[in-house]
Every structure is written in structure tokens, then in C-alpha cells.
């Protein structure tokens, strides 16, 4: 356990040493959409860290990464549709500066390989829905939350229960 634990701590400061040298670097470039963009992020990491007590792991910095990326695009989209697409653009590079710094996601492939092993190994006895929290149980004791997108997970264990059932 503590091998485990020791090993995501130090992708946590892993990670949040790359976005405190990407302040750095920002700062001395002169960059200052980039420098403000990752303090924000930090800023939203130390909260996290203050709430948990200790410092969080690197799953939940990603986890903070990827929703400040969501919310960049998603605040693209309204400025789009309000006809400010100078804003627009302003989130979209701030989304694209925050991607840089995020992991790459699980393959869909991949994700397949391991709901296919998790599904084996799964009674399929019961209602549909235990089953299916069964499934997502054990998948994510598999694979880490932050590295797949959750929305393509939930799809393709639906779809494969619906398979295996019918």
C-alpha cells in the first residue's frame, strides 16, 4: 500500500512541478495569459490541498486540470454564442495551455480490453444496475479515474452488458 501511495505522490509533485516551472517560464517570458491561467490552477490545487488536510494526489490535480479545461471550453461556447469571439478565443488558448499540462486519456481500445476482463469476472446475477456498479467498481480499481474519460467508460459497459445479456 505504501509502495502505491509513495508512487502517485510523487507524479502529484510531479505534476505540480511542471505547472509551478510553467509559471516560472511564463513569468520570465513575459507571458502573462499563460502565467495568470496556471495560477489560477494552482490556486485551485492549494484549496484542494488545504480542504484534504495534506497534499492531494496527482489524480486529483488531473481531475482539477481536466475541469478547468471543460469549463474553458464550455465558457468558449457561450462567448461564441454571445458574439464575443475575442473572449472565445481567450478561453480556447487558455484551454490549450491547461491541455499541455494533462496526461493523455485512455485509448477507447484499451478501455475495452479492460471492461471486457472486468465483465468476466463479474457475476452477472441481480439487477442490471448493481451489476453494472459492480462493474464500474472493479474497473476503476483497475485503472486510474483521471486517465479515461468517465462519459466513454459508462457507454461501453452499458453496451457491453446489453451484449452479454442478450
Do not use: C
Amino acid at each position: 500500500m505504501s509502495r502505491t501511495l509513495s508512487a502517485t505522490s510523487g507524479i502529484a509533485i510531479d505534476i505540480r512541478q511542471q505547472l509551478l516551472s510553467g509559471v516560472k517560464t511564463a513569468m520570465k517570458t513575459k507571458d502573462p495569459i499563460t502565467s495568470t491561467t496556471l495560477r489560477s490552477i494552482l490556486s485551485e490545487v492549494y484549496a484542494a490541498d488545504k480542504s484534504a488536510g495534506s497534499p492531494v494526489s496527482s489524480s486529483a490535480i488531473t481531475a482539477i486540470l481536466r475541469r478547468a479545461t471543460l469549463r474553458r471550453h464550455d465558457s468558449a461556447i457561450q462567448f461564441v454564442n454571445a458574439s464575443r469571439p475575442d473572449l472565445a478565443q481567450k478561453e480556447h488558448r487558455e484551454a490549450d495551455i491547461l491541455a499541455a499540462y494533462l496526461p493523455p486519456l485512455m485509448s477507447e481500445t484499451e478501455i475495452d480490453r479492460v471492461l471486457n476482463e472486468v465483465i468476466t469476472e463479474t457475476t452477472l446475477d441481480g439487477d442490471s444496475r448493481k451489476i453494472l456498479g459492480q462493474v464500474y467498481k472493479t474497473f476503476y480499481s483497475k485503472v486510474e479515474k483521471s486517465t479515461v474519460d468517465t462519459n466513454i467508460v459508462k457507454r461501453k459497459a452499458e453496451a457491453l452488458l446489453m451484449n452479454v445479456s442478450n
